[in-house]
């Protein structure tokens, strides 16, 4: 269920008898001729599609992100590392704060990685609390699915392209578009990364067929509620109370 789909009541009563919640973590940057919400849509879409059928609260995806290197390309918003960690840390302080104990970040973005450092600390400051940190696009399951579909797969190309992050008119390529080797990327400046990358697109087809994104969307949202479902090193409480 959403946060948005419920008033402050409702989670009162949800928090006596469960303590788990997800929240997504997103970014709003290029992604070729996809949307810049990408990686918001994809964390927080799995998110609600795991924790649906648990009955387990999601937060607003947080949209904003660390993506510097993208900064040429218009409409990218990037936020500085300790600008970032001082957000997730006080949307996790005020989650904790009512009595969420049990908590599953879903990550969309790659540069968002300092929020799992962050989340180690704050376990390490509060050991009542567990936070799991899950970049659901990279997650063994689904990254396994991702190289059986197609090895060739990276930012901005199909593994990206469902049809929640297409855009309506938009044409996309259909040429299957040469690797770029990024591994020098976080020290240019946004203008020389755009000369390197060009639409933005990493590298791989732009598209599949819609029955084989279905695919790799079930075994992402499957993954993502194996974690929810738990097991959890912290009891939840039901199992307190019994």
Same mark, same amino acid.
């Given at each position: ?6 008033? @402050?009541? %409702? ?11 997800? #929240? ?5 940057? %290029? ?14 879409? =799995? ?13 607003? =995806? ?29 949307? #996790? ?19 968002? %990685?300092?929020?799992?450092? #962050? ?97 790799? @969307? ?14 959890? %090193? ?9």
């Amino acid at each position: 269920m959403r946060i948005r789909d419920r008033n @402050w009541m %409702q989670i009162e009563e949800y928090l006596k008898h469960d303590d788990r919640a997800v #929240l997504p973590l997103g970014c709003t940057e %290029q992604h070729a001729y996809l949307s810049l919400s990408v990686d918001s849509i994809l964390s927080e879409t =799995v998110a609600i599609d795991a924790a649906e059928p648990l009955g387990i609260p999601v937060f607003p =995806v947080l949209p904003y992100g660390p993506t510097a290197s993208f900064m040429a390309y218009p409409g990218t918003v990037s936020l500085q590392v300790k600008t970032y960690l001082a957000l997730v840390r006080d949307v #996790l302080d005020s989650i904790v704060t009512h009595g969420f104990r049990r908590i599953l970040v879903v990550n969309g973005h790659g540069g968002n %990685q300092p929020a799992a450092n #962050l989340i180690e600390y704050m376990m390490q400051e509060n050991p009542a609390i567990e936070i799991k940190f899950h970049s659901w696009w990279k997650a063994p399951k689904t990254w396994a699915k991702v190289r059986e579909i197609d090895p060739m797969a990276s930012h901005a190309s199909w593994m990206e392209n469902f049809p929640i992050t297409r855009l309506a008119g938009v044409v996309q390529p259909t040429h299957r578009q040469a690797m770029v080797d990024y591994s020098n990327m976080a020290s240019m400046t946004p203008h020389e990364a755009r000369a390197l990358i060009g639409d933005g697109n990493f590298g791989g087809d732009y598209q599949k067929p819609d029955e084989v994104m279905d695919t790799l @969307w079930k075994v992402a949202v499957a993954e993502t509620r194996e974690l929810l479902a738990g097991p959890w %090193q912290k009891q939840n409480l039901d199992e307190k109370n019994r």
